[in-house]
């Protein structure tokens, strides 16, 4: 190439070609260059989505709502939020005036068949999560993209206990009976059920010798996780919660004990 010719190019925003076509950039040193380029542009946005999204859900989970409930003294229902450090589950009396479990999810799906249970826990999820990741060492990769980029289909983790003892991770709510027919609204309605109406259980699955897995409606995401949906029983219910979470301290921290 000519000196004129490669001056026109430069003033034209033209990329130099070589003495056999080629453009210059496309010559493995500029090849790399530019691979690199575009993989730390990619790195930096997601770091940058990952920073937004911890920026948001801390802020979101710190904007109360039904700051002004009074538990219920007079007729109350205990209820309980409980979790294992990461997941939020909404427990229920098992038996009361206001509904009987037993004529939706039963202990005898359990491998113990235990049926002196007091309370019942729900807690609603990835399906995939739950049913082939019993231990953090299990997660694979598929499983968490399917997870997070709402691709997968959800169940609904029913777990048996006797009395509960109010821990930091075991909180004791005194509810109404309205506040309480709300929750369990809540929870009834996110069970997928068959022609008969009753919940489809998952048979085989479970954690433990008193849980069951049912399949369920909705899908996990990002933005709708666990915790997202105990959050919005809870404000349904008229409870104490939070705007938005996608973490259990956004619920917990409006149940700190004062």
Not at 155 to 181: D, G, N, P, Q, W
Not at 216 to 237: D, V
Not at 238 to 243: D, E, F, R, S, V
Request: glycine fraction near 6%; aromatic fraction near 14%.
């Amino acid at each position: 190439m000519n000196p004129l010719q490669y001056i026109k190019n430069l003033l034209t925003d033209k990329k130099p070609v070589g003495k056999k076509g080629c453009p210059a950039c496309d010559s493995p040193h500029m090849v790399i260059r530019n691979t690199t380029k575009g993989f730390a542009r990619v790195l930096g946005f997601l770091l940058l989505s990952i920073c937004f999204y911890f920026v948001v859900a801390f802020v979101l989970s710190s904007v109360p709502v039904n700051a002004d409930f009074k538990e219920c003294e007079k007729e109350a229902v205990e209820i309980h939020i409980l979790t294992n450090g990461v997941h939020t589950d909404l427990v229920l009396p098992y038996r009361n005036q206001y509904m009987d479990w037993s004529k939706w999810v039963n202990p005898s799906h359990t491998k113990s068949g235990d049926s002196s249970a007091v309370n019942v826990a729900f807690g609603w999820g990835d399906k995939g999560f739950y049913l082939e990741t019993k231990t953090w060492d299990e997660l694979k990769l598929s499983t968490a993209c399917k997870a997070v980029f709402y691709l997968g289909s959800s169940a609904m983790h029913v777990s048996f206990h006797k009395k509960l003892r109010e821990t930091a991770s075991c909180r004791k709510i005194c509810v109404s009976k309205e506040s309480y027919i709300k929750l369990v609204e809540h929870i009834t309605q996110h069970f997928d059920t068959d022609s008969m109406g009753l919940p489809r259980r998952i048979v085989g699955a479970s954690f433990t010798n008193h849980d069951a897995f049912y399949d369920a409606k909705g899908k996990y995401s990002l933005f709708y996780t666990c915790n997202t949906w105990a959050n919005e029983g809870l404000k349904s219910a008229g409870l104490k919660a939070c705007y938005w979470t996608a973490f259990k301290g956004g619920i917990f921290d409006q149940y700190e004990v004062e």
